[in-house]
């Protein structure tokens, strides 16, 4: 169950002032409203409104450590979970002097602020003062401006330390019972240093994958589509496998087992003979015979595990299938990944619900916008299942970076850290000869414009006051 949503820090504020408006005489004049500036000033510059985080199954952001980065409430409100479906947004109430007020500021506040203030001011309108209301609007603007990030602001610095150092308290279990109990998944450190290493396939790769309509609220149907998607090859339908002979094995089939999963004899009899192993296949029961025309121990060895791996229905790479019921409806959960194959091929379920933890997935099948989604919500569900209190904009930075070019890249010497322009920066990460002696060799110059060559040589790195450049024209004398 999603966490109550907090208001945001300039929505706390209308409140505040809102209530303060409403305890004070109807004649009372504006100038004896309180004064919710002096209010705003004891509290942080944070950022300015809090996002949804980008789970869906993950609760809202806590109140945030620290900024990261200047972020609009519409942005903010992007990071939807994937799965979830927007709910259609109320007409906005009409209040024409809210939006006078809001006219003569060059900042525009966003949407959802303007939409919740008029709301509040709408039952007002009869115990408040067309003054005093515009009052409420004025500082409600103030108060979302003091809440917005300073100029300046280390955002980078800021962030690798909100995530960094919690990373620090995670625990170090690889694999924890995850709502089912039959699967496992990775998570705490393991599963963050996966996400930020951008590891092609993660450790317990796993798929979610919502029935359509027609088939969600059936448990057999359910149960079909379950057997289509999950693999079975010959070894999970073998009872036995014995050596008849110098060179002849024979397999025994579990007709139970068949039964179960859908599957024909000789349908088996005719996969294995589609392999095109020189020899003969033969069914006298339940028992399948292969005659290999080799001698060799070592060849018929190879055979024989080419038959026990060979794929006999389902989809590739999917190990195992188990159906959850989820409130009135069953979904499925995978152990084991292939997106591509599930939304091209299985028949009966919601393509536009269908989720993967395999971030490179995503990016090949659905694109690079839909994998910085995924990274902001495995990574921030990772952070908040250990209890953890970060801010999902720091999360929101990290991805930003980590899929800015088109691709993904990990933070690492193969990946952000080792593609920057700058020779002294990536020479202060890791391999510093390799890298001054790669330079050299190239002629590389260094513009010094980040944070870590500035340091090296002693100069004002450009952030704060250090931003500014300042520069003065002084006057020829005698004019």
């Known amino acids: 169950m999603a966490k109550k949503k907090q208001p945001t820090p300039a929505e706390a504020e209308v409140e505040e002032t809102v209530a303060a408006k409403v305890g004070a005489k109807t004649g009372e004049k504006a100038a004896k409203a309180p004064k919710t500036a002096a209010k705003a000033k004891g509290k942080p510059k944070g950022a300015a409104a809090k996002p949804k985080a980008a789970a869906a199954t ?12 200047e972020v609009d409430e519409e942005d903010a409100a992007a990071e939807e979970p994937m799965l979830k479906k927007r709910e259609p947004e109320a007409p906005l109430p009409e209040l024409p002097l809210v939006d006078q007020v809001l006219a003569k500021h060059d900042r525009r506040l966003p949407e959802k602020l303007v939409s919740r ?9 009869s115990k408040l003062s067309e003054e005093q209301m515009a009052k409420v609007v004025e500082e409600t603007y103030r108060s979302y401006i003091k809440a917005l990030i300073e100029p300046g602001e280390a955002a980078g610095t800021v962030a690798a330390q909100s995530v960094g150092e919690p990373g620090t308290q995670m625990t170090l279990r690889t694999f924890h019972y995850a709502g089912v109990r039959e699967l496992n998944v990775t998570l705490g450190l393991p599963r963050l240093i996966e996400i930020v290493d951008a590891r092609r396939v993660p450790s317990t790769p796993t798929m979610t994958i919502f029935l359509d309509d027609e088939h969600k ?70 028992n399948i015979t292969v005659e290999p025309e080799t001698t060799d121990r070592d060849k018929i060895k190879r055979i024989r595990e080419r038959i026990m791996d060979l794929r006999l229905k389902g989809i590739k790479s999917i190990k195992r299938v188990v159906i959850e019921k989820k409130g009135d409806e069953y979904l499925l959960r ?85 593609e920057k322009s700058s020779v002294l920066a990536r020479a202060a990460f890791e391999v510093t000869v390799k890298h001054l002696l790669d330079a050299a060799a190239h002629g590389e110059e260094d513009c010094l414009e980040g944070v870590t060559e500035n340091v090296i040589v002693g100069q004002p790195i450009p952030l704060g006051t250090g931003i500014v450049e300042l520069f003065m024209r002084f006057s020829k004398e005698g004019t």
């Open 217 to 286: 609220h059936d448990l057999s149907k359910a149960k079909g589509i379950a057997a289509n998607i999950e693999t079975v090859t010959v070894e999970n339908v073998a009872k036995s496998i014995g050596y008849e002979m110098l060179n002849n094995f024979t397999i025994e089939v579990d007709a139970e087992m068949c039964e179960d999963k859908m599957i024909d004899l000789n349908y088996i009899a005719k996969s294995i003979e589609k392999l095109k192993i020189p020899g003969r296949v033969s069914v006298e029961g339940n």
């Open 117 to 125: 203030l008029k709301t509040k001011l709408v039952p007002l309108k």
């Open 334 to 418: 995978t152990d084991g990944s292939n997106l591509a194959q599930v939304i091209e091929n299985v028949k009966g379920i919601d393509k536009t619900k269908v989720y993967t933890n395999n971030v490179s997935e995503i990016a090949e099948v659905l694109g690079i916008e839909a994998a910085r989604s995924a990274i902001i919500r495995e990574a921030f569900e990772v952070l908040d299942q250990q209890g953890l209190d970060v801010d999902v904009r720091h999360v929101i930075l990290v991805a930003d970076l980590m899929t800015s070019t088109g691709k993904i890249r990990q933070i690492g010497r193969h990946g952000v850290s080792g």
């Open 58 to 69: 993950a609760p809202k952001a806590k109140k945030p450590k620290a900024a990261a980065a």
